[in-house]
């Protein structure tokens, strides 16, 4: 099944009884006079893949720092796995299962692709047979398995890519955060990054995902959230989003009522 008809077949099988993993709920963030995020009422349910897309300056960088703890809001709430965790610190949340690809790649450019994926893994596996098969298991998937003692520094900026987002999964998070995970990729590239996306919600893996790529959404994504002035102006499905005049509107930078 080709993977755009996977994705609506996920988005289906979604139902409308599934749980939410996340939710905010009235979240606001005012930075002086500004008010970079609106009242954002935004839920993500369980096993589910979420694109948040919108142009530049609509508040998805802001409405990621939230989530992560890394700022607070002014007023709102942040529930996660029906948990409040508005106020809790950036570690709490990584502890309760929120993984984070950034998109410029954080890893360890002196050290091999096996070392950075070691480093991350030590976070959940102690023992030294489960630690390095664990290696073992990451390397194709992430297509790096030629490239395995190859120092960071040396890689392609795309295979880059993928060694950070092997080292978020590394911590076997419930719920995968990627900012423009394809910023800078090739095609090619670009379609195997959704390949395993895809795999990792099969396996039971949420992400939420800031994309521009509208083609790379339409691989993977089950719902799609348009945020626009810090404020969530539409969601639905891929096909509902690429209809609605009003988003077609925003990103030609024309006026709307």
């Known amino acids: 099944m080709h993977a ?37 009422n935004f839920a993500l349910r369980d096993k589910e893949i979420h694109c948040l897309v919108g142009p530049n300056g609509a508040g998805k960088s802001t409405f990621f720092k939230l989530i992560l703890g890394e700022i607070q809001p002014d007023s709102g709430s942040i529930l996660f796995d029906g948990v409040d965790m ?20 954080g890893v360890f450019p002196e050290m091999s692709v096996v070392q950075n994926l070691t480093v991350a893994l030590q976070q959940v596996h102690r023992c030294h047979h489960e630690l390095s098969a664990a290696v073992e298991r990451l390397l194709p998937f992430l297509h790096l398995a030629n490239d395995a003692e190859q120092l960071a520094k040396n890689l392609s900026h795309g295979q880059k890519q993928w060694l950070e987002i092997g080292m978020a999964v590394a911590l076997q998070p419930k719920l ?26 099969q396996q039971g893996m949420s992400v939420l995902a800031i994309e521009h790529d509208m083609t790379f959404v339409r691989q ?34 024309k006026a709307y009522d």
């Open 86 to 105: 508005t106020h809790e610190t950036a570690y709490k949340r990584i502890r309760r299962g929120i993984s984070v690809k950034f998109q410029v790649p």
């Open 4 to 40: 755009n008809n996977v994705a609506h077949a996920r988005h289906d099988n979604l139902g409308r009884d599934t749980m939410n993993l996340l939710e905010t709920k009235s979240l606001n963030k005012w930075f002086g006079g500004l008010h970079v995020t609106g009242d954002v």
């Open 176 to 201: 995968l955060m990627l900012d423009e995970p394809t910023a800078g990729m090739t095609p090619d590239e670009t379609y195997q990054t959704g390949e395993m996306l895809l795999n990792l919600n």
């Open 220 to 253: 993977i994504a089950d719902r799609v959230t348009v945020l626009n002035y810090g404020k969530l102006f539409a969601s639905g499905s891929i096909n509902d989003i690429e209809n609605d005049e009003r988003v077609i509107e925003i990103y030609l930078g």
